[in-house]
């Protein structure tokens, strides 16, 4: 995906979900991100007790597919006004589970220490594609690592490479983890994963190289549509 200057602008936003886009993910699907939130947990069952939330939640079905496996505490903000009414509508049954916040992510209004999990998908990005994007991304990372809990995971799903986007998460002072997801549409091979981690492709050794082979045709012919994505699991320390 290619970030333009609009991206970053609250009117695009706005606009944009004035549309009917519910259940509309950037980025990746919730299936490969589930794998990366699971990792982080301590044991199986500390999901029951996991607080997570989604910054620039928009239309998102990460919260509404976690509360499907067991995820109780589970919270989305957004600037939208829009989007949030629709969410919040969406998710009326299970509202004691899950809440829909319209907030902005430079100004957070949580405690200290509120969440175990906080989520970004392309939000950074689209942060970073604005005006003053490095001061506005300081910001919001700064806000993020405030209200993590003490040995909790900030998981940026992001377009950037590690030497685009490294230094700036580095710079707030937390463990970081860098995995590389890559998709490839069916047309491009005969099987039937359309997502998986770069450095996990299953099968024998001719799948992965017929995976590389067209991977690497594929991004030589269309680097706009480069189709790996990063993602980086900072964890805060625990004292």
Aim: charged fraction near 25%; hydrophobic fraction near 35%; proline fraction near 3%.
């Amino acid at each position: 995906m290619t970030y333009h200057d609009h991206h970053g602008k609250r009117e695009f936003w706005l606009e944009y979900y004035e549309q009917d886009r519910l259940d509309f993910d950037w980025l990746l699907p919730f299936e490969p991100l589930s794998t990366l939130i699971f990792s982080t947990l301590t044991h199986f069952d500390s999901y029951r007790t996991a607080k997570v939330l989604d910054v620039g939640c928009g239309s998102s079905s990460v919260l509404t597919s976690l509360n499907e496996l067991g995820w109780a505490d589970l919270t989305g903000i957004d600037y939208n006004a829009v989007v949030i009414e629709k969410m919040t509508k969406k998710t009326e049954a299970v509202k004691d589970q899950i809440r829909f916040i319209q907030m902005d992510s430079l100004a957070m209004d949580f405690p200290e220490e509120t969440f175990s999990h906080i989520l970004d998908k392309a939000h950074l990005d689209c942060i970073l594609s604005g005006h003053q994007s490095i001061k506005k991304s300081k910001i919001y990372l700064k806000n993020v690592f405030k209200i993590l809990q003490k040995g909790g995971f900030f998981i940026c799903i992001s377009t950037g490479s590690p030497d685009r986007r490294l230094s700036l998460l580095q710079s707030i002072g937390w463990e970081i983890r860098h995995s590389k997801v890559c998709y490839l549409a069916k047309e491009d091979r005969e099987h039937e994963i359309d997502l998986m981690l770069y450095d996990e492709v299953p099968g024998d050794d001719k799948f992965r190289q017929e995976f590389q082979a067209n991977l690497t045709k594929r991004q030589s012919t269309d680097r706009a549509a480069d189709p790996c994505y990063h993602v980086y699991i900072c964890q805060k320390a625990s004292n």
